[in-house]
């Protein structure tokens, strides 16, 4: 399936993520971006998707694909490490929250 020619739909929840952990950024300049680099190439694994070098939790419907939360930019196989951490009841530090005022 090429995702590239999918709808592209961000809920609100992985916007404010991708706010807080990536850059501050209109919706409609990420769906653009997103899309770019939908082009360029992808990584699917295990309901998450890597575009460029930030990771979704993500799914495809109807000729959708929906964007539910963002993770942020890691090199980490980040589907394994979610796995890991569950298995041994812990959790994965995503990194300060870097784009959040306080």
């Known amino acids: 399936m090429r995702l590239?020619?999918?709808e592209i739909r961000i809920a609100d929840h992985a916007y404010e993520r991708y706010c807080q952990r990536v850059e501050k950024i209109s919706r409609e300049l990420l769906i653009g971006q997103v899309i770019?680099?939908?082009?360029?190439?992808?990584?699917?694994?295990q309901g998450y998707i890597k575009i460029g070098d930030v990771w979704w939790r993500s799914n495809i419907k109807g000729g959708?694909?929906?964007?539910?939360?963002?993770?942020?930019?890691?090199?980490?196989?980040?589907?394994?490490?979610?796995?890991?951490?569950?298995?041994?009841?812990?959790?994965?530090?995503?990194g300060v929250d870097r784009h959040t005022t306080m």
């Open 36 to 45: 770019e680099q939908l082009q360029i190439g992808y990584r699917r694994k």
């Open 64 to 94: 959708i694909l929906m964007l539910h939360t963002c993770y942020g930019r890691h090199h980490i196989d980040l589907p394994a490490a979610i796995r890991w951490a569950k298995q041994h009841r812990d959790r994965i530090n995503l």
């Open 4 to 6: 590239e020619s999918l």
